[in-house]
């Protein structure tokens, strides 16, 4: 690893699409690992699980793409892209964080997952309609916070954006955000930023 520079394992679309918004967004430079990265024998050395992404701090193992992008915003307030903690803005950071991951995220992974990743014995397909009427539900509170505001706290662009950005985009392209013009909208919008790391859309199975 070039010195003092942080490697991240991970590439487009997947979650280590976040990170790698963030640090154009602060303008950091990095080191990509991301040929052959599933193979790569350091990659369960920063994540013990063998998942992206994960990033190499010093030799140190951060992973979970929204703790790496709070982590880097952090390292760096003067970039206006996090609030400090213990202020209204921080829990609002965590409160969306939060609930992007556990009530929307989960519920499109699970598919995902079952169909395009786990071995045909272990597909629940019966659980897909389940999986999308479950997000959909949750949904309905970012739609309604994004009814009058660009962006989700304060109305200004930050890391939070970036974690529940890259949540409304896979959900848009699993075909969950059907009705919900607020938020794709959103992530219309936030694809117009030039930092922006979210891939064209296309739809997956």
């Known amino acids: 690893m070039t010195e ?3 490697r991240l394992f991970g590439f487009s679309p997947t979650r280590a699409t976040r ?3 963030t640090f154009a967004e602060l303008g950091i430079d990095y080191e990509p690992v991301t040929e052959g990265v599933f193979k ?3 990659l369960k050395k920063y994540h013990p699980l063998g998942r992206l992404p994960a990033l ?3 030799g140190k193992g951060l992973f979970e793409s929204a703790a790496i ?3 880097l915003a952090d390292l760096h307030p003067e970039k206006g892209l996090i609030s400090p903690s213990g202020t209204w803005e921080r829990a609002l950071h965590d409160q969306w964080t939060s609930f992007v991951l556990t009530e929307m995220e989960a519920w499109g992974w699970s598919t995902f997952r079952s169909t395009n990743i786990v071995p045909d014995e272990e597909k629940i397909p019966e659980a897909y309609d389940f999986n999308r009427n479950a997000y959909r539900d949750s949904a309905v509170a970012l739609e309604m916070a ?3 505001s660009q962006y989700l706290i304060n109305n200004t662009f930050s890391v939070a954006d970036i974690i529940v950005g890259w949540t409304c985009h896979f959900s848009q392209r699993l075909g969950y955000n059907t009705g919900f013009d607020n938020i ?3 992530v219309a919008r936030l694809m117009e ?3 922006c790391a979210l891939p064209v859309i296309e739809e997956i199975a």
Do not use: F, I, K, S
């Open 4 to 6: 003092n520079l942080m």
């Open 40 to 42: 790569h024998p350091e």
């Open 184 to 186: 794709n909208a959103y």
């Open 56 to 58: 190499d701090v010093g």
């Open 146 to 148: 994004l009814a009058d």
């Open 69 to 71: 992008c709070t982590y």
């Open 19 to 21: 990170p790698m918004w």
């Open 193 to 195: 930023r030039p930092a």
